[in-house]
């Protein structure tokens, strides 16, 4: 039988395919007659067949011209088995231990014929809503996409090498087309595929389409999938497309492989296990709260980014002096410098991996093809009450993902947030602005006594969560210390200096009255645990109240004669400032000129964007961006973002033309002149052209800019 056109294989017709090919028949012996097939494909997209033979194995993979979990309305190319079989066999000669062998392609056919993963392989998804710990996952998984992203990125290959991979892989368009779709766009508008545990979610469904500050940074995060082709991701790597045993973790089905953000592919595997975090508390019974699961998913976290990093900055240290074009070592030639571009790199990279995989999550809980680790609990209201608290935690970390400086606050962040007295319980509200001051001391507190505070990493208002540091073993609560005993030599010497350099120094003995009075208004806000310290400290032990207790009857009599007393109060202030400067006429018509040149290209812009705001470009959906207000926010942003880009690449031109190659001509000029006159011009241009590279992202608008030269000259 001939396969000269694709066809869809049925188990009969897949063993007519067998026998007349060779590179698949050789693989199973002699005896291609006697062989068993299963057909397992439960994704999305493709049918799938494992074929075991009497001296053999493989597993056949068909794209179908559709999205299976759909049906025919929602067509899909089948080329996308052309560039999964391109992305396996390069990740597989990147990280063969962790990526299953191809011994065929059909590309007519779209067929894959590869190597079957045989029990206990699971879906890693399944072992998780199973409560199953994987020893190895951590390391394999941060080896994976270690390997993987590094040696497809510019640190590792030249720009024409990098650049033909990138041109190859843009053929896999329709993908990334559907990736933006399900991702970036449904889940933020109305669409006929979205769907949720309504009623429970509806509200919270809608919330996520009116949220216009969540709408800009998935517009942010958009623009990086499209356009950024920093190396080649996976571009699905959620659970369902990793296998494991105790031992083995295989990943797999890379069909929607591009060049994009690495952080897309990390962000897809942690989003993906914070889903499963939160599903645990739906999947727990009496006998096993999943408490201790949670915490080695939480672990897991933790340690696939901490061993990421060490051996993703471990391949750059290796290959810093190789090919890679991305920083040419001619010029990041210091120690200190090359430290401060990793350390800068790879913050980036963290902020992107929670970007993209918050989107990740929210896509999997109010988009289309929802994770079995919720669909998998059969309670429709506890269902919801899991998904809410992830989709709560995803809005946070996509709105929040840059104030992090590393995976502990993350995680940090992830544990922590209630809204009521947790010893007594929702009888007893407290407001959740708690965090808010909390922070708010620690950071001061922190400033004036570093060595006996903890670090912040991260707060969210929104979320009531602070992120600080780990104070880890054999650290104890200081009372549990005083209960077993515990001398402890540095106690006093630590808590006095704490309590002289915190009181001294946030009183009037050190501060001005206006910066005294400016702080006690800040905390003025923290009025209601204020009253809740005056309630159970200076009221509740001097009447009767329902939360007083004692050891009865022996203190009955003592309670009731300590019964009466005392209150607190608390002050506010002001503060102003202001700058001014002085130039002369022409350098004034010059700043004018540069202040006229942005205004009127920001107007002219602008206007552009209105009167086609309705056209074919695709960067903003109408559906999604449809309300002015909303389009207004849009517009601001795109355009502050546009700014520092300006002032960044303008600032990087100007350098270039002081100490690099093809100078300008007024520098020319100045040779005819002094020689400290010209090194004067020189150093205050490349001072400004500094100060503009590293400082852009500050500046609000172009007046601010200008005021910035004229502080400099």
């Known amino acids: 039988m001939a396969f000269t056109e694709f066809r869809p294989l049925d188990e009969k017709s897949l063993i007519e395919y067998i026998k007349a090919t060779p590179s698949l028949s050789s693989k199973l012996g002699d005896k291609s007659d006697d062989l068993t097939i299963k057909e397992v494909g439960d994704g999305n997209l493709n049918f799938v067949y494992i074929v075991i033979g009497a001296s053999g194995s493989f597993v056949i993979k068909q794209a179908l011209s559709y999205i299976r979990c759909i049906g025919e309305s929602w067509p899909l190319t089948k080329e996308r088995a052309y560039f999964e079989a391109l992305a396996l066999k390069e990740h597989g000669q990147l990280c063969p231990d962790h990526v299953p062998e191809v011994y065929h392609f059909d590309r007519t056919m779209s067929l894959i014929g590869m190597r079957y993963l045989e029990p206990p392989h699971i879906i890693l998804r399944k072992g998780l809503i199973a409560g199953v710990e994987y020893p190895l996952l951590s390391e394999h998984m941060s080896e994976y996409m270690a390997k993987t992203l590094f040696c497809t990125s510019l640190l590792y290959r030249t720009t024409t090498v990098h650049k033909r991979a990138v041109a190859e892989f843009c053929g896999n368009a329709e993908l990334c087309r559907h990736t933006e779709q399900v991702v970036f766009s449904d889940p933020y508008k109305v669409s006929q595929y979205n769907h949720w545990t309504s009623p429970y979610l509806d509200r919270d469904a809608e919330a996520v389409r009116e949220d216009n500050t969540l709408k800009l940074e998935i517009a942010e995060l958009k623009s990086k999938f499209s356009e950024r082709t920093q190396a080649l991701v996976h571009g699905d790597l959620h659970t369902g497309s990793v296998m494991v045993t105790l031992d083995s973790t295989q990943v797999i089905d890379p069909e929607f492989a591009f060049y994009g953000p690495m952080g897309f592919d990390i962000g897809a595997y942690v989003g993906n296990l914070i889903l499963a975090f939160f599903a645990q508390e739906g999947h727990a019974d009496e006998g096993n709260d999943r408490m201790a699961y949670k915490e080695w998913i939480l672990r897991t976290i933790e340690e696939t980014w901490t061993l990421f990093y060490k051996k993703f900055t471990a391949l750059w240290h290796q290959h810093k002096d190789g090919s890679g074009e991305a920083y040419l070592p001619e010029i990041y030639n210091k120690p200190e410098l090359q430290k401060l ?40 209201v506890k269902r919801a009450a899991c998904e809410r608290r992830a989709l709560e935690v995803a809005k946070m970390l996509l709105k929040e993902r840059r104030n992090f400086r590393d995976i502990f606050g993350v995680v940090s962040a992830i544990r922590r947030a209630l809204s009521y007295i947790r010893c007594i319980g929702e009888s007893w509200p407290l407001t ?67 309590m002289a350099k915190t009181l001294f120094c946030t009183s009037l003995l050190y501060c001005t009255t206006t910066e005294h009075k400016r702080a006690v208004a800040e905390f003025c806000g923290n009025v ?16 009767v109240s329902q939360y007083n207790h004692w050891t009865s009857p022996y203190l009955d009599r003592d309670a009731e004669a300590v019964r009466e007393d005392n209150t607190l109060k608390l002050e506010i202030a002001e503060l102003k400032s202001k700058y001014r400067f002085q130039f002369t006429a022409y350098k004034e018509w010059i700043l004018r000129t540069i202040e006229e040149t942005w205004t009127l290209f920001y107007k002219k812009f602008t206007a552009l964007w209105h009167q086609h705001k309705d056209g074919s470009g695709e960067a903003y959906l109408p559906e999604i961006y449809n309300k002015p207000e909303l389009q207004k926010l849009v517009q601001e942003k795109y355009m502050e973002d546009l700014l520092h880009d300006t002032l960044g690449f303008g600032a990087a031109k100007m350098i270039r033309r002081i100490v690099g190659v093809a100078h300008v001509e007024w520098i020319l000029n100045l040779l005819r002149m002094i020689a400290n006159e010209q090194r004067a011009c020189e150093c205050q241009s490349l001072e400004v052209a500094k100060m503009l590279l590293k400082e852009r992202q500050n500046f609000r608008d172009i007046t601010g800019v200008v005021s910035a030269i004229q502080k400099v000259s």
């Open 341 to 380: 571009v990793q350390e800068k790199y790879m913050e980036d990279l963290l902020h992107d991996t929670l970007g993209f995989g918050a989107a990740k999550m929210i896509r999997r809980i109010v988009g289309v093809a929802h994770v079995e680790d919720f669909e998998s609990i059969k309670d429709d």
């Open 432 to 498: 959740k602005e708690q965090a808010y001051f909390e922070a708010l001391a620690l950071k001061e507190h922190g400033q004036l006594c570093p060595d006996h505070v903890p670090e912040i990493y991260h707060f969210d208002r929104t979320m009531s969560l602070i992120g600080m540091r780990y104070l880890e073993p054999p650290h104890i609560i200081l009372s549990k210390g005083l209960i077993a005993g515990v001398e402890y030599p540095m106690l006093s010497e630590h808590m006095s200096e704490y």
């Open 528 to 543: 209601e645990l204020c009253r809740h310290t005056a309630q159970v400290f200076f009221s509740d032990p001097y009447k």
